[in-house]
């Protein structure tokens, strides 16, 4: 279910923030992407570090995603997008993703991780 836009998604993106989408058979559901060499690892990062890149990858993807009503979303978030998945969706549920990857951080402080990580991707931080 979750692979039915994917190629779709990949061209809407065209490479920004995601892998480049080179070829694609629509039919079959068949893709050749672009090599992607991983840096390092996100989480070799400090938590709070790990916040500002997200929201700042989050932000991007939501301006791109804007021109074709709010088409967003994807399933696992690295330091590049390269599986996303096209869903419709509200921006504050993307954000909730990165809470469940904080767990210790979450139950310390609810409220000041809630209100941290909603004003660094710029959502409505009560929705959150």
Not at 100 to 119: F, Q, S
Request: aromatic share 6%; hydrophobic share 40%; net charge negative.
């Amino acid at each position: 279910m979750e692979g039915t836009d994917e190629i779709h998604g990949l061209r809407f993106c065209n490479g920004d923030p995601t892998v480049q989408l080179l070829e694609a058979d629509d039919e079959r559901g068949a893709m050749l992407l672009e090599r992607c060499i991983p840096g390092y690892m996100l989480r070799s990062e400090p938590e709070e570090k790990q916040d500002l890149l997200i929201a700042a990858l989050l932000k991007r993807l939501w301006r791109r995603s804007t021109a074709l009503n709010g088409i967003h979303a994807f399933r696992h978030l690295s330091e590049l997008f390269i599986d996303p998945k096209p869903f419709v969706g509200d921006p504050p549920y993307d954000v909730v993703q990165r809470l469940h990857n904080c767990e210790a951080r979450l139950h310390a402080d609810p409220r000041g991780m809630v209100k941290r990580l909603g004003e660094l991707a710029e959502v409505d931080v009560e929705r959150l």
